[in-house]
């Protein structure tokens, strides 16, 4: 075996060089679909959880993620990478919401239900 290693060293380095390459254009290739992913995740998981519960929410965003994922993309992202893309989708969906003209979830209570108008 020590041998063989001996023999084809070189090939063996330009072998991982090249896989090492590969992952990353991989990775960078896919940082779009990524970020598409988690800002979805944030979505659903703000409206599963509503305001208040920002840590439920990212660790039901975090759980996801290695769910929905391929398993090689998410070796390939560092949790301070995810973090990042988790912040981002959260003041991305801030942004949005405040040009939109949507009630907040303090203001729901103050009108009857749909039951109540008929």
Known sequence: MLDFIKLNLNFLIVAV?????????????????????????VVQAEKALGSGTGELKYAMVVENVYKVLPGILT????????????????????EYLID??????????LYPPYDALE
């Open 75 to 94: 070796m390939l992202i560092s949790r301070k990478e995810l973090d990042k893309l988790i912040e981002d989708g959260v003041q991305y969906l801030k």
């Open 100 to 109: 939109k003209d949507l009630l907040g979830y303090d203001d729901e209570y």
């Open 17 to 41: 060089i090249a896989i090492v390459l590969l992952l990353f254009l991989y990775k960078k290739g896919k940082q779009d679909v990524v970020r598409k992913v988690v800002l979805s995740l």
